[in-house]
């Protein structure tokens, strides 16, 4: 009860926070939705009092919504809806009073047409005239089905999904043996079987490793023991199971030969023998991770093998919304069986700082906390609905101490994992703008004027108008103080402490670099005096002056300066070009702005022919935050089209235009025109590629189980491509064939996933919430046709409308259709993992 009593009396200061019984109900739903220009909608937001007593006029409803333009018009007269930052918008004006029982509705229209169903304003805050506030926890949005969706976009060109469309689909897959599907996932370079499986039952294991893979040893042991555990037969003869060093191998390359009961693993450095070790525990069957077993079966196998690039990145932003320490390390077990080598964590953006930096408190105090106040002088706004308490903000709320983030390093090194942190600027920094203005504000209170401006970042009679392309206002620090690069080299320094105190060497930062607003720095007294002081340079120039005061830095650290690929970029007029100005300075590019069909699909080949290391991050193949497909159901961004396994798997890095069949606006892309209008990759282009990376942006992910439903199984795909590079079909010839050869490979790609992925991701470090799409389903000669993504899985139903379960009968053949018949479908794996349900069209 104290604890309740405090929490009250520290709201006080912030504002009075209603924590009793809500009166307020909400409710949301589309009037109109145009997809020919002007596209639009038009929706309506309502309040309904429920209590017994009247909500005085005057009140104001906070929301977030990305999804909204910030020029959105309210229908209601004499008010607006006003956008604050980002995707935090205030409905206020002359807003009426709410009788009980009474309904307020807030009709408003927005540029842009309506896409998903989880893109309605969310978070929703009543702030009353004395101040009060409840937070409005009973609201219902009206959902599209796909069939409303698509009659809405009948005029434009989008592929809204449909249970019909998915049949065709789905029906150029067939069923394959095991012997005709890969061991496992990333698929060997070269494998083969060579007899029948071996049952291994009650027998001891002896576990024998050269020195210099004492690592390597000890993880295959300790996994080994999680899932094998005999009682010893003394009768059964030994596995005998050897990692040897031999010269000559590629650094992450190894062979895996399993013959009778010896398995041989061969390699010439730690990461062979590594990789070696995760490629013989993914031959185990899904139940060897969570229920042990005195018995295990393994192939007999030879595989030589090792991967296209030597860097397989994945990106997660935790900066949006947190993630857990737990859950970072669930996900670098992920990466570390899947062969991926280096994890870039983005700490820090607009919406949150996520790690702690001794000496500079406040980046956490103020900048990792989110909730609801007049003011943010206290911690930030609530964004992407994290809520009003930021006691209470799971997503919204949260950092890695030292000790955490240490940890993170530790678990990363012993799986092979280096890890870039990622700390944005000079843009997507208000987090740190403000959490520094609150540091200078208590410091200058306490008569500390020298440590009050150390460290300060913002100029405070700046009047630059710009908006940036999240819609935040005073996101970028001021690059014309010296305070500015003091703050830059504390957090190198501190950082750096951190990776040496974890046992790791910190070689390579990520400064972000991207998307910084036009407009910026223009209105900037500071900015204008350092020009004054330095004439050689124009405020235009001013970005490539703090990239290159950030690359001193770095490099009088040790460090490799990498970012986004802007911070090789520069503009010839309207056109935007690889900068000549940096090119010789070994920067990464992480080349991610491919949206197909508008002009910049070849950027990363035109960056690394003009000298930089690039890092492919194509956003139309590899950014994970996109939707599955147009389903309104399907959660996520939509902005650069939408991202499912195949759109991943499908991408050639080496010829990137065949990586696309459609453009954003969904018309046919032709790859023949495309080739003409490509850059080709020079031999310098060619040697400058590093690699590939996935991005987890978590704008629209909140939690970890949303996290693993974006990422799996679409992030297997893009698994693939890291470790294989280019596909076999993408060789083939003319359009004809390799598309003929693509359909081929794809059919061998989804029976891996669907018989072997997918089941081990039901258990494997605990489990994961992959994503199963709906079955197709069609209506021919008088017979209900049903079929699977992916060949091998159940299909359950029922006949009468309502949701199949794990007791549904199991579809074999096709059942004969009759009017009324209103059956649903859904597909379920042997563990009984199911996704969502389809019916009849």
């Known amino acids: 009860m104290a604890k309740r009593k405090l929490l009250v009396l520290i709201w006080i200061l912030v504002i009075t926070h209603h924590s009793g019984f809500s009166q307020i109900n909400a409710d949301w739903k ?42 959105t018009v309210s229908k209601v007269s004499d008010t607006q809806i006003r956008h604050l930052q980002g995707d935090f918008f205030v409905f206020e004006g002359q807003t009426a009073e709410i009788k009980p029982g009474g309904r307020f509705s807030i009709p408003y229209q927005s540029r842009g047409p309506f896409l998903k169903n ?95 893979f004492s690592e390597a040893t000890k993880f295959l042991l300790l996994s080994l023991r999680k899932g094998y555990k005999p009682q010893v037969d003394r009768s059964q003869a030994p596995i005998n199971i050897k990692i040897t060093k031999v010269e000559g191998m590629a650094e992450e390359g190894y062979s895996l030969k399993i013959s009778n009961r010896r398995i041989d693993i061969l390699a ?52 949006r919304n ?181 046992g790791m060497e910190l070689k390579n930062w990520h400064t972000g670099g991207d998307e910084v607003p036009r407009g910026v720095w223009t209105e900037s007294p500071i900015c204008k005096g350092f020009l004054v002081e330095n004439p050689e340079l124009k405020v235009e120039d001013l970005n490539d002056y703090f990239r290159y005061r950030a690359d001193q830095i770095l490099k009088k650290h040790g460090l490799a300066m990498g970012g986004w690929e802007e911070i090789g970029q520069t503009h010839s007029g309207n056109e935007v070009i690889p900068n000549p100005k940096f090119a010789d300075q070994n920067w990464r590019l992480y080349a991610w702005n491919a949206v ?6 070849d950027m990363a080949y035109r960056l690394a022919n003009a000298g930089y290391p690039v890092v492919i991050c194509s956003s139309a193949n590899f950014y994970f935050d996109l939707a599955y497909d147009w389903d309104p159901d399907e959660r996520g961004h939509t902005w650069s089209g939408v991202v499912d396994m195949y759109q991943s798997w499908k991408t050639v890095p080496g010829k990137l235009y065949l990586s696309h069949d459609k453009t954003i606006e969904g018309n046919a892309w032709d790859w023949s025109e495309a080739e003409k209008r490509f850059t080709p990759l020079t031999e310098l282009g060619k040697r400058n590629i590093l690699g590939v990376s996935g991005q987890l942006w978590t704008e629209t992910v909140k939690g970890p189980e949303m996290m693993e ?51 081990r991701l039901e258990s494997i470090f605990g489990g994961f919430n992959y994503r199963l799409p709906r079955p197709g389903v069609m209506i021919k000669d008088g017979r209900v046709l049903v079929n699977s993504a992916f060949p091998g899985l159940l299909i ?46």
């Open 30 to 71: 589309l009037l109109e939705n145009r997809f020919s220009n002007p596209e639009f909608h038009q929706a309506e937001l309502s309040l309904i009092n429920s209590g017994t007593t009247t909500i005085q006029e005057g009140w104001k409803l906070y929301f977030n919504t990305i999804f909204i333009s910030v020029n």
């Open 118 to 212: 989880s893109y309605a304003p969310e978070g929703l805050i009543l702030v009353h005239a004395d101040g009060k506030i409840e937070e409005i926890n009973k609201y219902q949005t009206q959902s599209l089905s796909e069939a409303e969706l698509a009659e809405m976009a009948k005029a434009s060109p989008l592929p809204i999904p449909s249970a019909q469309a998915r049949y065709e689909e789905n029906r150029k897959l067939t069923f394959l043996s095991d012997a005709e599907i890969p061991p496992f996932l990333p698929s060997p370079k070269k494998w083969k079987y060579t007899g029948e499986p071996i049952r291994i039952q009650n027998a001891g294991a002896a576990v024998v490793g050269s020195e210099e």
């Open 268 to 319: 010439s450095t730690q990461k062979g023998a590594f990789y070696g070790v995760q490629s013989f525990l993914a031959l185990m069957k899904p139940d060897f991770w969570d229920q042990p077993s005195s018995e295990i079966t393994l192939p007999q196998v030879e595989i030589e093998d090792e991967p296209a690039f030597g860097y397989r990145g994945f990106f997660l932003d935790v900066a």
């Open 322 to 502: 947190f993630q857990s320490k737990e859950q970072v390390k669930k996900t670098l077990d992920l990466m570390a069986f899947y062969k991926l080598n280096v994890f870039h964590f983005n700490l820090a953006n607009d919406e949150g700082w996520r790690i702690e930096i001794p000496g500079l408190p406040e980046l956490t105090e103020y900048g990792s906390r989110r909730g609801f106040s007049t003011d943010e002088s206290d911690f930030l706004w609530p964004y992407y609905g994290s809520g009003a308490l930021p006691e209470k903000s799971k997503t919204g709320t949260g950092y890695y101490s030292v000790a955490d983030f240490q940890e993170i390093l530790a678990y990363a090194k012993e799986r092979q994992i280096e890890v870039i942190p990622e700390l944005g600027v000079p843009a997507h920094s208000r987090a740190a703008i403000l959490a520094m203005e609150k540091r200078y504000r208590e410091l200058m209170k306490a008569g500390k004027t020298e440590q009050a401006r150390q460290y300060r970042l913002a100029d405070p009679e700046d009047q630059s108008n710009y908006l940036s392309a999240q819609n935040f206002k005073g996101n970028t620090i001021c690059v014309c103080q010296e305070s500015t690069y003091a703050f830059y080299e504390k957090l190198v320094v501190e950082i750096q402490k951190m990776y040496t105190g974890a």
């Open 596 to 601: 197909a069909g508008w002009g910049g699909e």
């Open 709 to 759: 439903y974006y990422l799996l199984p679409k992030m297997l795909g893009y698994i693939e491509r890291a470790w294989q590079g280019d596909p076999d079909w993408s060789k083939a010839g003319s359009e004809s064939e390799m598309k003929a050869k693509r359909e081929v490979e794809w059919n061998q790609f989804v029976n891996l996933v669907g018989q072997k992925e997918l089941p």
């Open 796 to 841: 359950r139903y029922t006949d009468n409308g309502s949701e199949p379960d794990e007791n549904s009968p199991i579809y074999r053949e096709p059942i004969p259709y009759f009017s009324g018949y209103s059956p649903r479908f859904k597909l379920f794996t042997q563990g009984g993992s199911s996704g969502r349900s389809a019916g009849l069209e």
